[in-house]
């Protein structure tokens, strides 16, 4: 486990919240919607430590609607602001240990706890100069950069021939990994036309978003023969049962995304068979440190893991680099350069990928430093809590 006991606790003053509207580059068609623009909340912590000022950044990774899973950005941001914070305000200091255990109490919510988690940990690493991948071990002896393959997520298109283009792209920019957004009529044959483009050495997979039902294992068990990586998420959150009963039925491996919410969890559902390979999102179990945990128990299991994606900025983005650059992280992550989502993004050096890869990020913190002029210009609202 990490040593977070040598950071320095701090001492918060207040937290401001921002909401940033984010143009998307290309509308992001999943089974379950449409995105074109990301409306985001940022946690800004203002703390000292060891007696000098520091900032540090969480991103919230909720949607703007209830549809990837309950949590949507206008909860967020209410229950980070009536019920979360103030729980947090009690305390002469703060670590990022204690924001889980402290918010314990309170069901559910993981992607705003998470969201403060981030940002009290991006503080503390900042006061004690050190790098999100120095605190996980994963920079390199050598003084060579650390580098992590980089995967791309596809949406649904609605003609295979559009699909091919966009795919082809993401070819010549030199992402290592095709992941493609399927549902019920739009899945072999898609599969089929990109398989035949790619040919049978790029690594692929699909992700459902939960858009079968149970009774679906013959269909599914047909993309069997175009030797993807995995099948993520076929059905709802809820159904370990069900993903186990696929499982049994299709020889490709069934990854869970949004049925994973613990580390308790996560163990369950491997020991009952449905989850084959884990899709790790910092935000969706509640933070980077439960994520580590979930890394940690994975590994011992020989469970491969990924680091799945959610739109994030550059703030979301580099901390991910850094996680999905320890051990168990064997397959490429949902890390896509900067510029497949955003036109201009709200951090100083943007995530890019040279050869299929990302360079995990060694500045202080979780492994950005915000362009202020352009977070300010896509700032909506900014609210203060003082503590
Ligand atoms: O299911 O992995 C998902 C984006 C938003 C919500 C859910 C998912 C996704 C993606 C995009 O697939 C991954 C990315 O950020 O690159
Ligand atoms: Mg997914």
């Known amino acids: 486990m990490i040593e977070l006991d040598a950071l320095p606790p701090l001492i918060v003053e207040r937290v401001e ?3 940033v509207a984010m143009p998307l580059v290309a509308p992001f068609r999943t089974s379950f919607g449409v995105e074109s623009e990301r409306d985001i909340l940022l946690v800004n912590v203002l703390a000292t430590a060891n007696g000098d000022a520091v900032s540090g950044w969480g991103e919230c990774v909720a949607l703007a609607e209830p549809t990837y899973s309950a949590e ?9 602001e009536q019920h979360l914070l103030p729980r947090l305000a009690v305390v002469e200091t703060l670590t990022a240990a204690d924001v889980g255990r402290m918010l314990g109490a309170i069901h559910g919510h993981p992607m705003a706890k998470g969201a403060i988690e981030a940002a009290v940990l991006d503080a503390q690493l900042r006061a004690a100069g050190r790098s999100f991948a120095d605190l996980l071990g994963v920079t390199t002896d050598n003084g060579l950069p650390t580098q992590i393959p980089s995967g ?4 649904i298109h609605e003609q295979v021939d559009d699909l091919l283009a966009t795919v ?15 549902e019920p009529g739009s899945d072999i044959e898609h599969v089929a036309a990109v398989r035949e483009l790619i040919g049978p050495d790029t690594p692929l997979q699909v992700d459902a978003n939960t858009a079968y039902r149970r009774t679906d294992g013959q269909h599914l068990a047909r ?4 030797d993807m990586l995995l099948i993520e998420q076929p059905l709802p959150e809820e159904d370990i049962v069900g993903h186990a009963m696929l499982a049994a039925e299709v020889e490709t491996p069934i990854c869970l995304d949004e049925s994973l919410v613990s580390a308790a969890g996560t163990a369950d559902a491997i020991d009952l068979g449905a989850c084959e390979i884990a899709n790790i999102k910092p935000g969706r179990v509640g933070g980077y440190l439960e994520a580590i945990r979930i890394h940690d128990l994975c590994l011992e299991r020989g469970v491969p893991v990924w680091c ?29 350069a900067s510029n497949r989502f955003y036109a201009q993004d709200i951090v100083t050096d943007p995530i890019r990928i040279v050869d299929g890869h990302v360079t995990v990020p060694t500045t202080p913190g979780m492994g950005f430093d915000i362009d202020a002029d352009v977070l300010d210009s896509v ?8 503590f």
Do not use: C, H, W
Request: no cysteine; aromatic share 6%; proline share 3%.
């Open 223 to 226: 993309l069997d023969e175009f």
């Open 168 to 182: 082809q792209g993401y070819l010549d920019d030199g992402y290592v990994r095709i992941k493609l957004k399927i």
């Open 72 to 80: 949507y950005v206008d909860a967020a941001q209410r229950v980070t």
């Open 379 to 386: 700032t909506t609202t900014t609210s203060i809590i003082e």
């Open 17 to 19: 919240l921002r909401r």
């Open 308 to 336: 799945g994606g959610m739109i994030e900025t550059g703030i979301g983005r580099g901390a991910n680099a850094a996680l999905a650059a320890l051990p168990g992280f064997t397959l490429p992550g949902d890390i896509s």
């Open 152 to 155: 791309v997520s596809v949406g």
